[in-house]
């Protein structure tokens, strides 16, 4: 796996985690994004992530790459889900090691929000009501 992977289909994160364990590592932080049942008071049945594939792993790999010179953290992996979800299902995985607990919780959280703002990836959901939106972030 590279360090940052778009999935068409559910992963198990553990394979993930285990790539990042090293002797030089002392903590490990991760993030798992999961799909909610609603938004702003409306009952989502699901959603779908689109993404521009080529961009889209470039940028990540980045984000990854930026994140291990602006942080002391030993190695970072990114993956985030395209397609459909429902709810409950794993959208995106982040995962870092580091020597120390702080650096590792810090760009797994910087990590994350980059991907959510410069990733060209986009989110439709379906709602209960029969209608749908795209979101996009701020």
């Known amino acids: 796996m590279t360090r940052f992977a778009l999935s068409d289909a559910a992963f198990d994160p553990a394979p993930l985690r285990r790539r990042l364990q090293s002797p030089q590592a002392g903590a490990f932080a991760s993030f798992e994004g999961w799909v909610r049942d609603h938004h702003a008071g409306r009952a989502v ?29 030993a190695d970072a992996a990114c993956v985030h889900r395209v397609g459909g979800l429902a709810p409950g299902e794993m959208a995106v995985w982040v995962g870092v090691s580091a020597a120390h607990r702080g650096p590792a919780f810090d760009a797994c959280r910087w990590i ?3 991907v959510k703002s410069r990733v060209p990836i986009w989110k439709h959901e379906r709602y209960a ?10």
């Not at 889209?56 to 953290?73: M, P």
């Not at 009501?129 to 701020?138: F, K, T």
């Open 45 to 73: 049945l699901g959603l779908r992530y689109e993404a521009y594939a080529a961009l889209a792993e470039a940028e990540g790999l980045r984000i990854i790459a930026e994140a291990t010179r602006r942080f002391d953290i």
């Open 112 to 114: 994350l929000d980059e």
């Open 129 to 138: 009501d029969g209608s749908s939106d795209w979101l996009h972030p701020e």
